[in-house]
Nanobody, 124 residues
Framework: QVQLVESGGGLAQPGGSLRLSCAASGFTFSSYAMSWARRAPGKGLEWVSGIWADGSDTYYEDSVKGRFTISRDNAKNTVTLQMNSLKPEDTAVYYC?????????????????WGQGTQVTVSS
């Protein structure tokens, strides 16, 4: 069965860095786009970043552009979100999601599997 397992969350100071990883199994990873989304306390789901199935294109939410970098390794079935210059407003549960398409989109109904989430807390 499809599994998405996130790791790498934790506590970071403002200005610090964290690296999130999502290990995927149970499907042909290289055939599907992947995205990261987050949910902050008391807020709705926010798309953070996505990457096309072949890694040829990406998108970023405006508030993370220049600070976060998404990448994928189709040989290892992993997608990674490198988060630098972290801000307190980045505090959220971060989720890895599998698209039903090769292109990454920002529509919840175009994602069929989600990880359990990993907590990221940015605080001094």
């Amino acid at each position: 069965q499809v599994q998405l397992v996130e790791s790498g969350g934790g506590l970071a100071q403002p200005g610090g860095s964290l690296r999130l990883s999502c290990a995927a199994s149970g499907f042909t990873f290289s055939s599907y786009a992947m995205s990261w989304a987050r949910r902050a306390p008391g807020k709705g789901l926010e798309w953070v970043s996505g990457i096309w199935a072949d890694g040829s294109d990406t998108y970023y939410e405006d508030s993370v552009k220049g600070r976060f970098t998404i990448s994928r390794d189709n040989a290892k079935n992993t997608v990674t979100l490198q988060m630098n210059s972290l801000k307190p407003e980045d505090t959220a549960v971060y989720y890895c999601a599998k698209s039903i398409f090769i292109r990454a989109t920002r529509e919840v109904y175009e994602y069929d599997y989600w990880g359990q989430g990993t907590q990221v807390t940015v605080s001094s």
